[in-house]
Structure formats: structure tokens, C-alpha cells
């Protein structure tokens, strides 16, 4: 009798990216994000709506089923046709997406709770424009990117849809090769450059870069660019940043909230933060630090 031969195949799950939307025309550019980057990196589109409703006192419990059925149904048509509006509008053929429609009081809790029970590797949702962290953000945004363990993407509400074809990375050097690792894998799929830039200050003892970038790269197993600007005390950190994002021209920009949240806040978010245009032109890419390593 021959023996069997058990085959073990390893299957690859498709990496599942989520958007979220109000069905307002605030929401709509990161849907086009979503969408396009679903599509480069071969992903499951999962499109998601939180809502909450109240179940009036004198209801019977069969009458506010009924109610919140027919709302869903609505919802969902409404949603369906939201959503073809944008392909059109992108002159896109449709992907694979679901639409979903969660309920929970909470709309952040509603958002990270799904992304985590489904495993979900980004979550996209738009800003609103200029100002602190809430006000550029939005409170929902603003909690996300606080308490997100799934990496968020915040898409200026002004954003115009554009190949993503380099991301520069920020970094403080304190974790830079657990934090390089998740760039690569953010740029890997859909073939972008990356930059690592590390903002210098003045006591600091001058990299080799030729030597630094060479190290980067195998750690990374990706070619890594080293942008080590010097640190202008007359400047604040953010006009720093500011000016070497005008000069490399990243298509996505990624932070790391490894610092405490009032600290990230302080640093990245400060009562200025409207005089800082990239906020309003750039996608953001956050990696909280409650994320595992």
C-alpha cells in the first residue's frame, strides 16, 4: 500500500482595508483612497457605517425591530448609491467591497471595534481641513488616531486623488526598526520609495549615510532613503518638518505615536497647527503606539 502524502498549503488571507463613511461629501476622498489603494494592494474593500439609534420608551420591542430593520435597508440602499456615485466620479470599475452597518453609541468604538473582531490592516477616514488635532481632524479622527491599535489613514477632506509613489517616514530613532518594517510593508505592495528622515539636532554626531542607508536597507530588505535634516532651534519642529516635506515630496506621510498622547499632541498638533499647509494636502499614515511590536 503506498503511503499518503499530506500536503500542507499556507494560504494567504486578503488583507482587508476599511473605510469609513457619514455619507457626506467630507467622507468622499477617503473612499477614492480606499478604493485605489484596495486596488494596488489587492485588498478586500470593506466599507463601514456606524450608526446609533434610540429606541423611543413606549416601543415595543418587535416595533423598534421592525424600525431599525427598515432603517438598515435604507441605510444600505442610500449607501450602495453613495458609493457608485464615487466610482463614477473616479471613472473606476467597482472592486470587491462589502458594505457594512454596525451599531454602536459610540461611533470610534463602533469603528475599532470591527477592525480588530476582522483583522482589518488599515482603517481610512477623512479630516476636515486646519487647526488642532480635533478641529484638522475631527473628533472621531482625533480619538482614532489616539486609540487606534489598527493603523489609521486620515485623508484631507481637500485631498485630490493621486498615485501613491513615495512615503517619508518621520522618525525618532528610538524604535526605528520595528517602525521601518511596517512602512515597508505599507509600501512594498503598491511600489513606493521610502524615505526615513530623521530631523538632527545640533548635538548630535553626523551619520554616514552611505553607510546608515546601506544598514537600513538590510534590516528593511527594502532600499531606504536617509533625509537627516538639522534641527533649526529658531524654527519650531513642525516648520522643520514642514520645510523637508517641501522639499521631498512624499505622497503619504507616517507618524509614529510612540510618544504619551498629550506629548504627540504637543509636538504634531500645537494651537498653530492650521499654518502648517501639508495637514490639508497630505495623507497621514499613524501607527499608535499601543500597536504590538
Not at 125 to 136: Q, Y
Not at 200 to 208: G, I, N, Q, T, V
Not at 259 to 266: A, G, V
Amino acid at each position: 500500500m503506498r503511503p499518503c502524502l499530506l500536503l500542507t498549503i499556507n494560504l494567504k488571507l486578503m488583507e482587508k482595508i476599511l473605510v469609513t463613511t457619514d455619507q457626506s461629501v467630507n467622507s468622499k476622498p477617503a473612499i477614492r483612497f480606499a478604493i485605489k489603494l484596495a486596488k494596488q494592494r489587492k485588498a478586500e474593500l470593506i466599507i463601514l457605517h456606524v450608526y446609533h439609534l434610540l429606541k423611543p420608551f413606549k416601543w415595543s420591542e418587535h416595533a423598534f425591530a421592525e424600525y431599525t430593520d427598515t432603517f438598515r435597508k435604507k441605510t444600505a440602499e442610500e449607501l450602495t448609491s453613495f458609493i457608485a456615485g464615487i466610482y463614477h466620479d473616479i471613472h473606476e470599475s467597482e472592486i470587491n467591497h462589502q458594505l457594512v452597518l454596525v451599531s454602536n453609541i459610540d461611533v470610534v468604538d463602533g469603528i475599532m471595534d470591527y477592525a480588530n473582531k476582522h483583522n482589518c490592516s488599515y482603517i481610512c477616514i477623512s479630516t476636515r481641513g486646519a487647526g488642532t488635532l480635533k478641529k484638522i481632524f475631527g473628533t472621531h479622527t482625533a480619538k482614532l488616531i489616539s486609540s487606534s491599535a489598527v493603523p489609521v489613514l486620515c485623508i484631507p477632506s481637500s485631498y485630490h486623488l493621486k498615485e501613491l509613489t513615495h512615503i517619508l517616514y518621520a522618525s525618532d530613532m528610538t524604535d526605528y526598526e520595528n517602525e521601518l518594517k511596517k512602512v515597508v510593508d505599507f509600501a512594498r505592495p503598491i511600489h513606493a520609495s521610502v524615505a526615513m528622515m530623521h530631523i538632527s539636532y545640533p548635538y548630535e554626531l553626523a551619520l554616514d549615510k552611505e553607510l546608515a542607508e546601506a544598514t537600513l536597507q538590510e534590516k528593511a530588505d527594502f532600499k531606504v532613503r536617509l533625509l537627516t535634516p538639522r534641527r533649526d532651534i529658531s524654527h519650531t519642529l513642525l516648520e522643520d518638518i514642514e520645510h523637508a516635506i517641501k522639499s521631498d515630496k512624499p505622497s503619504v506621510l507616517v507618524l509614529f505615536t510612540h510618544q504619551s498622547r498629550s506629548t504627540f499632541e504637543k509636538l504634531f498638533f500645537p494651537s498653530n497647527a492650521e499654518e502648517y499647509s501639508f495637514y490639508g494636502k497630505i495623507p497621514l499614515l499613524t501607527f499608535n503606539k499601543t500597536e504590538g511590536k
